[in-house]
C-alpha cells in the first residue's frame, strides 16, 4: 500500500467515525496541529524553547484560528539523539493519518526535515519549520539533485519556514567580515549539513576579495594578526563569526530588539509562562504556530478543501509587528524576514539584510 493510499484510507475511516477536514460538509473542530521538534538528546533545549514558543503562540490565540478550536499534539523527534530517522517518520505518517490534522510544525534542523517533507507533502499537508534554513528545501542547490523537487512527490510545495535560509546567513557573515577588514577566512565545517552553508560562505567572502580556507572543527588564531582573519562556523545556530580570536556572534533575529514592544510582550509572557528566558529558537517555534494559525484561519471550513486551503494561505502569508518584525513567506516557502544582529559578546553592534 502506497503512502497516498494509507493516508486516503485512514482519511476516509476517521471522516466515517464523524471527525475531520475531509470529505463532504463542513471542518469539525478540534484541528490538530502536530509539533514535531527534540524534546530530548543534545539538541532538546533548543527543540524545547521551539515547542515552547508554539505553545505560548496557541494559547495566546485562546487555542484558536478563526472560528474554529485549534489543539497541539508536541512529539519527540530525537529519542535521545541528534535526532532519530525512525521517530522523524512516524511523527510524520502519524500527522498524515490523522484525519484532524491541518499542519506540521517541525523539524528543527534541516536533516531531518529532509525526511519528513516528502511524506507530509504526499499527503498535502502543510509543514512549517522554525529552523531547517537547508537551501535545498525551497531551492536548486549545489550537492543536492534534483531539489527541491526531490522533496515534492505532489508536485506542489507544502514547506515553509520561518528562519532566513542558511545562503541569507553566510552572505550576511561574509559582509561582516569584509566590513571588518578581514582578507582571510577559514570556514569551520565538516559534517555533512554544514557543508552546504560552508559553500556559500565560501563564494560569498571570494566576491568581496576574502581567501577561504576549508577547515575541520578547530584552528588556532593569532587574536593580534592584522588584517584580521575570519572564521565562520556554520552550525549550530546561532551562526558564529570570529575575527582574529575575538569570538564574535552573527545570530537569527531570534536575537530581538528589545526596544520594540512585541518582543518586550514575547519575552514577558513567555518567561511568566515557563519560568526561563526565550532562547534563540523561541522566536522561531512561535512564529511557526502564528503562521499556521493564520493559515488556518484563512482556509474556510469547507472540508474537502481544507488542507489545500491551509497550505496554499501560508504561501504569501504576510507577518507585520510580529515577534519577529515585518516578514512574508514567498512562493517557494523562504522567509523574506532577514534582521540579522550582529553581537560581540552581549553587545548588539549591527543589523544586517544582504542581498541574495
Same mark, same amino acid.
Given at each position: 500500500?502506497?503512502?497516498?493510499?494509507?493516508?486516503?484510507?485512514?482519511?476516509?475511516?476517521?471522516?466515517?467515525?464523524?471527525?475531520?477536514?475531509?470529505?463532504?460538509?463542513?471542518?469539525?473542530?478540534?484541528?490538530?496541529?502536530?509539533?514535531?521538534?527534540?524534546?530530548?538528546?543534545?539538541?532538546?533545549?533548543?527543540?524545547?524553547?521551539?515547542?515552547?514558543?508554539?505553545?505560548?503562540?496557541?494559547?495566546?490565540?485562546? $487555542?484558536?484560528?478563526?472560528?474554529?478550536?485549534?489543539? %497541539? &499534539? #508536541?512529539?519527540?523527534? /530525537?529519542?535521545? =539523539? @541528534?535526532?532519530?530517522? *525512525?521517530?522523524?517518520?512516524?511523527?510524520?505518517?502519524?500527522?498524515?493519518?490523522?484525519?484532524?490534522?491541518?499542519?506540521?510544525?517541525?523539524?528543527?534542523?534541516?536533516?531531518?526535515?529532509?525526511?519528513?517533507?516528502?511524506?507530509?507533502?504526499?499527503?498535502?499537508?502543510?509543514?512549517?519549520?522554525?529552523?531547517?534554513?537547508?537551501?535545498?528545501?525551497?531551492?536548486?542547490?549545489?550537492?543536492?539533485?534534483?531539489?527541491?523537487?526531490?522533496?515534492?512527490?505532489?508536485?506542489?510545495?507544502?514547506?515553509?519556514?520561518?528562519?532566513?535560509?542558511?545562503?541569507?546567513?553566510?552572505?550576511?557573515?561574509?559582509?561582516?567580515?569584509?566590513?571588518?577588514?578581514?582578507?582571510?577566512?577559514?570556514?569551520?565545517? $565538516?559534517?555533512?549539513?554544514?557543508?552546504?552553508?560552508? %559553500? &556559500? #560562505?565560501?563564494?560569498? /567572502?571570494?566576491? =568581496? @576579495?576574502?581567501?577561504? *580556507?576549508?577547515?575541520?572543527?578547530?584552528?588556532?588564531?593569532?587574536?593580534?594578526?592584522?588584517?584580521?582573519?575570519?572564521?565562520?562556523?556554520?552550525?549550530?545556530?546561532?551562526?558564529?563569526?570570529?575575527?582574529?580570536?575575538?569570538?564574535?556572534?552573527?545570530?537569527?533575529?531570534?536575537?530581538?530588539?528589545?526596544?520594540?514592544?512585541?518582543?518586550?510582550?514575547?519575552?514577558?509572557?513567555?518567561?511568566?509562562?515557563?519560568?526561563?528566558?526565550?532562547?534563540?529558537?523561541?522566536?522561531?517555534?512561535?512564529?511557526?504556530?502564528?503562521?499556521?494559525?493564520?493559515?488556518?484561519?484563512?482556509?474556510?471550513?469547507?472540508?474537502?478543501?481544507?488542507?489545500?486551503?491551509?497550505?496554499?494561505?501560508?504561501?504569501?502569508?504576510?507577518?507585520?509587528?510580529?515577534?519577529?518584525?515585518?516578514?512574508?513567506?514567498?512562493?517557494?516557502?523562504?522567509?523574506?524576514?532577514?534582521?540579522?544582529?550582529?553581537?560581540?559578546?552581549?553587545?548588539?553592534?549591527?543589523?544586517?539584510?544582504?542581498?541574495?
Amino acid at each position: 500500500m502506497t503512502i497516498r493510499t494509507a493516508v486516503a484510507v485512514a482519511v476516509l475511516a476517521a471522516a466515517a467515525a464523524g471527525c475531520g477536514v475531509s470529505g463532504e460538509g463542513e471542518v469539525e473542530a478540534p484541528v490538530t496541529v502536530y509539533v514535531s521538534l527534540p524534546l530530548t538528546g543534545p539538541r532538546a533545549p533548543d527543540g524545547r524553547d521551539a515547542a515552547d514558543g508554539a505553545r505560548l503562540a496557541l494559547e495566546r490565540a485562546s $487555542g484558536k484560528a478563526g472560528s474554529l478550536e485549534v489543539r %497541539a &499534539e #508536541f512529539l519527540d523527534d /530525537a529519542n535521545r =539523539r @541528534g535526532w532519530d530517522p *525512525t521517530a522523524v517518520g512516524r511523527n510524520a505518517r502519524t500527522a498524515v493519518q490523522d484525519s484532524s490534522a491541518a499542519a506540521y510544525i517541525g523539524e528543527l534542523d534541516s536533516e531531518p526535515t529532509r525526511a519528513s517533507v516528502p511524506v507530509t507533502n504526499d499527503a498535502g499537508l502543510l509543514q512549517v519549520s522554525p529552523g531547517a534554513g537547508g537551501v535545498d528545501l525551497t531551492r536548486p542547490a549545489t550537492g543536492y539533485p534534483d531539489s527541491p523537487d526531490r522533496y515534492r512527490p505532489s508536485g506542489d510545495p507544502n514547506f515553509a519556514r520561518t528562519v532566513p535560509a542558511d545562503d541569507v546567513v553566510a552572505r550576511a557573515a561574509a559582509d561582516w567580515a569584509s566590513e571588518l577588514g578581514a582578507t582571510r577566512a577559514v570556514v569551520l565545517a $565538516g559534517r555533512p549539513f554544514e557543508d552546504l552553508a560552508a %559553500a &556559500e #560562505f565560501e563564494s560569498a /567572502a571570494a566576491e =568581496r @576579495g576574502i581567501e577561504v *580556507t576549508i577547515a575541520g572543527g578547530s584552528y588556532s588564531f593569532n587574536s593580534a594578526a592584522s588584517p584580521p582573519v575570519a572564521a565562520y562556523i556554520p552550525h549550530p545556530i546561532p551562526q558564529r563569526l570570529r575575527i582574529s580570536g575575538q569570538p564574535m556572534t552573527l545570530a537569527l533575529s531570534a536575537q530581538l530588539d528589545p526596544s520594540a514592544l512585541p518582543t518586550r510582550e514575547f519575552i514577558s509572557q513567555f518567561r511568566a509562562r515557563f519560568g526561563r528566558d526565550p532562547g534563540p529558537y523561541a522566536a522561531y517555534g512561535y512564529e511557526a504556530m502564528e503562521i499556521v494559525l493564520q493559515s488556518i484561519a484563512a482556509a474556510g471550513t469547507e472540508a474537502s478543501q481544507f488542507r489545500d486551503n491551509v497550505r496554499e494561505a501560508a504561501f504569501g502569508a504576510e507577518r507585520t509587528g510580529s515577534v519577529l518584525g515585518d516578514y512574508s513567506i514567498d512562493s517557494e516557502g523562504d522567509t523574506t524576514e532577514c534582521m540579522i544582529q550582529r553581537y560581540r559578546g552581549d553587545e548588539p553592534l549591527s543589523a544586517a539584510c544582504p542581498p541574495l
